[in-house]
């Protein structure tokens, strides 16, 4: 590290969407950027994959290179920034430049997700700041609140819209009545949806974040192995009209919660009421909800993704890094001293809506109401929708198991009144 | 500081509704803070005006002292939390656990609205934290937030509903239609306001928070007295549902703004469009909704007050003000390297919805339209609304000084055709 002069060499790995725009801002904030880290960040190099790629940011051909491992191992790079996502080669690179005295900012959830334990380990051995507040919300800062400002405070829950697309095709399902094919088209039209948009529709980004936000939430260690996903194809117009008749709105939720002294994550859909502060998060918005017992009820929002926002969320993390580096010390490393049990989705408590065709005969109801009994499952709420060949019962349960509800759900496919079960949906956002 | 065993010494000032939450969670969730801190945190004594008042929280009675200032001095003592509030003997108190050597968290928003420099000062000279994430909306991150999350960003607009007792009594007389009097009534019988609510309803309360929000926020410094200050008393029923009429509600906002290089800081009551995410803050929430050049739109959302919340704020910092001792390292101090000029009101850019009285005379609106031309002030719309004697003209103007404005207003007092201003109000939250 180049004291003397006050300034610190910054590496940054990707040029994409995110990498350019950190590029930018290095460059235009560069006299703020000074002030507030208490030293200049000079821009050591720039890896891509092409040299000759076409890029948002002009960057002095002398910094690109191709070769980041070469760059991470310098022995003038103070600070890393890895914006390349995937697991590997950036896993070995942020270890490399760990190794090598650097600090290092990421925004990639999947890897933090399935490793971070290997990467914490390398930091905490080398005594450098690992930061990754853009892997979860882009912009929005929550991993840093969760780790220091809710670090005297008991957190129970995290309720998150933490994935931006599939909130925009949900909103758009919402608000036009459009089925999912249709709303996943105009997503991919706008630019909000990639063209094999399986990491978002399937979950899988959620889930990364889910993972990273329960470990930071209970101070412990869940992957994204850990946690159950769900995606929204399942989701129909009908599911979405049944919830506006609940006054409600199905959102796409990564929910962490502890529970008996074990943590519950998993992401799928479900219905939360108009009156819960997630109701209102539109198009491509993320929000983080979380429950503590001392604070209450907190919410985060803002822009999940997109290449400025999450530069924001980077050069926040770089300039508080530089700022440790220059006073000799570091930030918070993983704190996940609690290491609690993961529970199985089975025994997550949750509740259900359910909508059921069934034939018109008198006794339906008390039929059906036994199927839930049989399971324990106790009813909050039922109604009967349209007569004779169209009558359809929309039952919501209390709390119970998953495991109860998915049994009482099978049980009543295979009742002789019940022509089909027509929707399926996890009930959230109120309390128990 | 004990650093063999691994403990450090907690002094907490007051005994209130907050004091006495902090030495609860001190007690209940000793061992999660210890394994987050890195040291178990102890309770050294705690400062009360009378030894025995009646509590929220048992104290051991070896603990509680009505000397302050001995408690703070002493060798074994390694933070402080101040939370009884006020100007003196609050900043005699923190000065002096400074200048002893410890780290301090603080809650008072009235200290460090008005001289936080001189306590910065202290805690730079001293290498020690000065803390104090509860002063500003309680257990929100914000401040934190501010001052990491947002440190590689430009923030250029800050808005905040800051004061919960006023969002409350807003809220009521729009739910209810109730004017200010009967809202504030209520508001104090569910212990949402105090006996002497000026310091909530004048606005005083809102502008400390102002002052240091515009502070952290623009790397500069404001204190409350550069805060322009207008409360909700002259806030009519009549305004609130001219707010309705224009999908609008009316809120009392902490509004800090970059304009010119320059810092706009005022709290004034506002209408703000019903679509916009503050326009949601019902009942004693407070939110407070940043702009920034790259991130684009956050906010933070939670409650505002209350021993509890509060507690869980002053928490945050004292683990983060642990750990830093614990590492010999301090977090960033104040950061006023920008030093900016305030704007007086009167060249603050602004929006007016002024309310009209006039004679029902062919040619009155031509007439009041070229009082505002005079001005300067261009008109985004005009509605008139009944007639004969009962006519009224509602004006929203589109952006001008404050100055221009509220000459205009004046210009249309003296007018002939003009019997009666009846509402102004300033409009916020739409962009320029």
């Known amino acids: 590290m180049s004291e003397g002069d006050k300034a610190l060499r910054v590496a940054v790995l990707g040029c994409g969407s995110v990498g350019s725009q950190v590029v930018r801002l290095l460059t235009e904030q560069s006299a703020d950027l000074a002030a507030r880290a208490g030293a200049r960040l000079e821009l050591a190099g720039v890896a891509v994959r092409r040299l000759d790629a076409k890029r948002e940011v002009e960057v002095p051909e002398h910094l690109l290179t191709t070769d980041a491992m070469d760059l991470v191992t310098r022995d003038d790079v103070d600070l890393v920034v890895e914006v390349i996502g995937g697991i590997e080669p950036a896993r070995g690179l942020i270890l490399a430049a760990l190794e090598n005295g650097a600090s290092v900012v990421s925004a990639n ?99 990364a974040k889910a993972a990273i936000l329960a470990s930071l939430a209970f101070h412990t260690r869940v992957t994204a192995g850990d946690v159950h996903r769900e995606g929204i194809a399942e989701v129909s117009a009908a599911d979405v009209a049944s919830a506006r008749e609940m006054r409600s709105v199905v959102k796409l939720l990564a929910i962490c919660e502890l529970r008996d002294g074990a943590v519950s994550a998993r992401v799928h859909p479900a219905m939360i009421p108009d009156t819960h502060p997630l109701a209102s998060v539109r198009e491509a918005y993320n929000a983080v909800f979380v429950e503590s017992e001392a604070a209450g009820q907190l919410m985060f929002y803002g822009p999940g993704a997109g290449g400025a926002p999450t530069a924001s969320a980077v050069l926040g993390d770089l300039v508080t890094a530089a700022r440790n580096l220059l006073s000799g010390s570091r930030g918070a490393g993983e704190s996940a001293y609690a290491a609690l049990d993961v529970l199985p989705m089975g025994e997550t408590v949750t509740r259900y809506h359910v909508g059921i065709d069934v034939q018109d005969r008198a006794g339906v109801l008390a039929t059906v109401a036994a199927a839930f009994a049989e399971h324990g499952v106790s009813i909050q709420t039922v109604r009967q929708e349209g007569r004779g060949d169209d009558a359809q019962l929309v039952v919501v349960s209390h709390r119970a198991t998953d495991a109860q509800l998915s049994a009482t759900v099978e049980h009543l496919r295979n009742m002789d009144i019940v022509r089909e079960v027509t929707s399926v949906m996890r009930v959230e956002g109120e309390n128990d």
């Open 109 to 207: 959830k999947a890897l933090l997700a399935e490793d971070g334990a290997t990467l914490f380990e390398a930091a905490d051995k080398s005594a450098r700041d690992l930061y990754y507040e853009a892997a979860v919300a882009g912009a929005i800062p929550i991993l840093r609140p969760l780790r220091e400002s809710l670090t005297g405070d008991k957190v129970t829950r995290v309720l998150g819209i933490v994935n931006g697309t599939t909130n925009f095709i949900l909103d758009k399902m919402h608000t036009s009545g459009a089925g999912f094919a249709e709303a996943l088209e105009e997503a991919q039209e706008l630019g909000y949806a990639e063209a094999d948009p399986t990491a978002d529709v399937e979950g899988f980004d959620a889930a």
